[in-house]
Every structure is written in structure tokens, then in C-alpha cells.
């Protein structure tokens, strides 16, 4: 696991209620580093590369990673960065896949008045940090919209 990469318990369906069947951050980590168990969430450090997806899966908000923030910039009024460490030339800074922005971030952004995310990313489709279509950036706008 990443430093930095954290779990709320209180906060996770699963740990609140053993009989739930929420496994929306496991299914969402491309690493299989996160596991749904009766009772919680179990981490599997070694294979866990701080990519952000299973924070933006999560309904509850129950997994956070300080860094997530440092991947989005606001540069002019209404307008947002959103820069991906593979994308050629990335900025310094750019630690985590664009593609992990969860829809509370995504909405943040808008109450903020970010009008325009400019995307900066590389090849998606040889990534192996790739989320599926259902679990993608375009997937979170297009539900935010």
C-alpha cells in the first residue's frame, strides 16, 4: 500500500454492517489490493500502487489518499487541470490516474466554479491502472451531468 492511503472503518458499509454487499473499492482496484470481507475491508499493501480508483468508487467515502487533490490544478477561473503521470510531458506533481477522481471530487470542482476540466493523460488502454468503462472518469461526468 502506498503511503498515505487510508481506511475509515466507521465509514465503510461493509464494516458497519457484515451482511452488506458493497464491494465497489475492491472491484475497482486494477491490482486486486483490496478485498470485501464479513466485517471490513482487508488491504493488501504489496499490491496496492496508489492509483485512486477504489477512493473514487467508494459510496462512503471511506478510502482517502492525501496526494488526490495535488492531481488537479486550477489554472484560470473555471477551468480545472487534470493531469495523468503518463501523459507525455506530465507536470510535477502528477501522481495519481486522472481516471480516479471520484464524482464527490468531480463535484467539489463544480461548487468551486470549475466549468472546464482540461485533461492531460496518456494511453489509457496500456495502462494497467485502466478502470473499466463502467468505472471511468467519462462514466462519473456523464452521471454528474
Known amino acids: ?19 452488506a454487499s458493497c464491494a465497489a473499492c475492491a472491484e475497482a482496484c486494477p491490482h486486486g489490493a483490496l478485498t470485501a470481507l464479513p466485517g471490513g475491508i ?6 496496492c500502487s496508489g492509483c485512486g480508483h477504489c477512493v473514487a468508487a467508494c459510496p462512503q467515502d471511506a478510502l482517502s489518499l492525501p496526494q ?12 480545472a487541470h487534470v493531469s495523468c503521470p503518463r501523459a507525455p510531458d506530465p ?30 493523460i ?3 488502454s496500456g ?6 468503462a463502467e468505472a471511468g472518469l467519462t462514466s462519473r461526468l456523464a452521471h454528474l451531468n
Open 1 to 19: 500500500m502506498k503511503p498515505g492511503l487510508t481506511l475509515a472503518p466507521g465509514r465503510c458499509v461493509v464494516a458497519q454492517m457484515p451482511r
Open 42 to 47: 482487508s488491504l493488501s499493501p504489496g499490491r
Open 68 to 79: 488526490l487533490p495535488a492531481a488537479v490544478e486550477a489554472e484560470a477561473e473555471g477551468v
Open 91 to 120: 507536470p510535477e506533481g502528477a501522481r495519481l490516474c486522472a481516471q480516479a477522481l471520484s464524482l464527490r471530487e468531480l463535484a467539489r470542482l463544480w461548487l468551486g466554479g470549475t466549468r472546464i476540466l482540461a485533461l492531460r
Open 122 to 124: 496518456g494511453d489509457c
Open 127 to 132: 495502462c494497467p491502472e485502466a478502470p473499466g
